[in-house]
């Protein structure tokens, strides 16, 4: 991976903040919205706010980051940075990146807003490597971790199934370089993370 200039910052975007509990209403919404689209989510069912908590919870016990996008105060989007599903041990430096955007701002860059946020918590949190599950026809996602300097990495055919049809299911990746402008002070979380994952 070379660095570009949606990978390479130290920063977190403007609007992207650690998520509450009171906000776990609107992501559970924004969730059901990419669940009954029913042909880009894995999920192919609505969650109730008990259930979403519930999920939500599980990744807090973990220590992964959970983030919102606002936009004039409203949450927009939301993601989640977990360990990669395969390979707890051997891959605990993998972290496996998911982003929820809200159906009426899909296409306005909130996607490439959380995947550079993606990038930075990664590497706050101690991560070396970056991947993304996308359903094959899903081209918006696509081109927002292309974007961002990924690849792909490998392809699961006709492993999806909605309704009577099914899809590939792509894994892309990115290797996260160092931030060549970082100062020692912006590593601090990293190096603090890479302790607490060893």
Known sequence: ??????????????GVRRFTPDDLPVMTNIFNES????????????FSLKEMTFFVDCFVKEG?????????????AWLIVNRFCWGAQACRLTGEVSIYVRNDHI???????????AVVLARRYGFETLV???IEHNEASKR????LGATQWGRFPGIARFA???ADVVLYGLHLLPIETA?????APTQAMEASLA
């Open 144 to 147: 927002g971790v292309q974007g």
């Open 35 to 46: 669940a009954l689209g029913g042909t880009s989510s894995p999920v192919l069912r609505a």
């Open 64 to 76: 992964d980051p959970i983030y919102v996008l606002e936009r004039g105060g409203e949450v927009v």
């Open 132 to 134: 993304a599950w996308i």
């Open 164 to 166: 009577d049809k099914r």
């Open 107 to 117: 296409g306005s860059g909130v996607g490439i807003r959380l995947g550079q946020a």
């Open 1 to 14: 991976m070379t660095h570009n200039r949606l990978n390479n910052r130290p920063d977190l975007p403007r």
């Open 183 to 187: 100062s020692p002070r912006a590593l």
